[in-house]
Nanobody, 125 residues
Framework: VQLQASGGGLVQAGGSLTLSCAAA????????LAWFRQAPGREREFVAA????????VYKDSVKGRFTISRDNAKNTVSLQMNSLKPEDAAVYYCAADAGESILRTRSSRLVNYWGKGTQVTVSS
């Protein structure tokens, strides 16, 4: 089972990036999918998540209105559209899968069943 994130890069503050995560090895249609991020010297933190049908969505407060999480179950992918990026958004971003919906309530990385390899997002000021 693999989750592979892509789309990271260097962007100026105020710019946009779209991260994508493709799953291989199994279908995640019945999983909640999420994005976490980890900046150097900091703990991994929750960014956004949505349930299997995409109708329950939660965001970290600091990204609300700027980031949009979405999924395409036919393609087994999850995306994170990031607009109005700030230097504090810079981090390695990880996609994650949770077999239930607990991750939407707890936002805890400990509930993640599968992690993808991260993709680096750098925001220049």
């Amino acid at each position: 089972v693999q989750l592979q994130a892509s789309g990271g890069g260097l962007v100026q503050a105020g710019g946009s990036l779209t991260l994508s995560c493709a799953a291989a090895g199994r279908t995640f249609n019945h999983y909640s999918l999420a994005w976490f991020r980890q900046a150097p010297g900091r703990e991994r933190e929750f960014v956004a998540a949505l349930n299997w049908g995409g109708y329950k969505i939660v965001y970290k407060d600091s990204v609300k209105g700027r980031f949009t999480i979405s999924r395409d179950n036919a393609k087994n992918t999850v995306s994170l559209q990031m607009n109005s990026l700030k230097p504090e958004d810079a981090a390695v971003y990880y996609c994650a899968a949770d077999a239930g919906e607990s991750i939407l309530r707890t936002r805890s990385s400990r509930l993640v069943n599968y992690w993808g390899k991260g993709t680096q997002v750098t925001v220049s000021s």
